[in-house]
Antibody
Framework: EVQLVESGGGLVQPGGSLRLSCAAS????????MTWVRQAPGKGLDWVSI????????YYADSVKGRFTMSRDNSKNTLYLQMNSLRAEDTAVYYC?????????WGKGTTVTVSS | DIVMTQTPLSLSVTPGQPASISCKSS???????????LSWYLQKPGQPPQSLIY???NRFSGVPDRFSGSGSGTDFTLKISRVEAEDVGVYYC?????????FGPGTKVDIK
């Protein structure tokens, strides 16, 4: 059974940093691209970034480029999203999803709140 | 960036009746590999998204066959042959032919 469990969310001040993690199980993690998608309160889905299976290529939305870094540790079956210089508009539920093109499975999400 | 639009934005359906959602893209979603990269997702109230359809018309594993997708180029449709109470939520289309990936604004479906 595929499982994706996000963690690391919380309350952070503007300009602060957080690192999100996504623990994967139930599939061959290293063979799959992975995606982060976020959803601001009451809003729609907003694509954030993707990473290839080997971790050698990453791509970002313009809104997070230069501030967020996506990475993975295939030995630990874990995906990461390092978020720096956080802004109020980054407040959202962050979902990791299996697949770099059309995600086939989603985690339950972790909530990030950026506020002073 | 490719802009995705959906109509209607809200839909109220009688159980057992069909429903249809349209999704249009600002550019063709046909890739040079011959595949068209349009997918559909459902987010039920209080839940994460769940994957329904990929490459226009292919259902993800476990998706009931009352869900079907069609279309080509820039115009796509998700159809529910007979709506059930558990189908309520917000439906999103997404393009993955190019980066950045982009989602439609969502169509909220509820039951009459």
């Amino acid at each position: 059974e595929v499982q994706l469990v996000e963690s690391g969310g919380g309350l952070v001040q503007p300009g602060g940093s957080l690192r999100l993690s996504c623990a994967a199980s139930g599939f061959t993690f290293s063979s799959n691209g992975m995606t982060w998608v976020r959803q601001a309160p009451g809003k729609g889905l907003d694509w954030v970034s993707i990473i290839t299976g080997g971790g050698d290529n990453t791509y970002y939305a313009d809104s997070v480029k230069g501030r967020f870094t996506m990475s993975r540790d295939n030995s630990k079956n874990t995906l990461y999203l390092q978020m720096n210089s956080l802004r109020a508009e980054d407040t959202a539920v962050y979902y990791c999803a299996k697949g770099g093109s059309a995600p086939s499975f989603w985690g339950k999400g972790t909530t990030v709140t950026v506020s002073s | 960036d490719i802009v995705m639009t959906q109509t209607p934005l809200s839909l109220s359906v009688t159980p057992g009746q069909p429903a249809s959602i349209s999704c249009k893209s600002s550019q063709s979603l046909l890739h040079s590999d011959g595949k068209t990269y349009l997918s559909w997702y459902l987010q039920k109230p209080g839940q994460p998204p769940q994957s329904l359809i990929y490459e226009v018309s292919n259902r993800f594993s476990g998706v009931p066959d009352r869900f079907s997708g069609s279309g080509s180029g820039t115009d796509f449709t998700l159809k529910i042959s007979r709506v059930e109470a558990e189908d309520v939520g917000v439906y999103y289309c997404m393009q993955s032919v190019q980066l950045p990936r982009t989602f439609g604004p969502g169509t909220k479906v509820d039951i009459k």
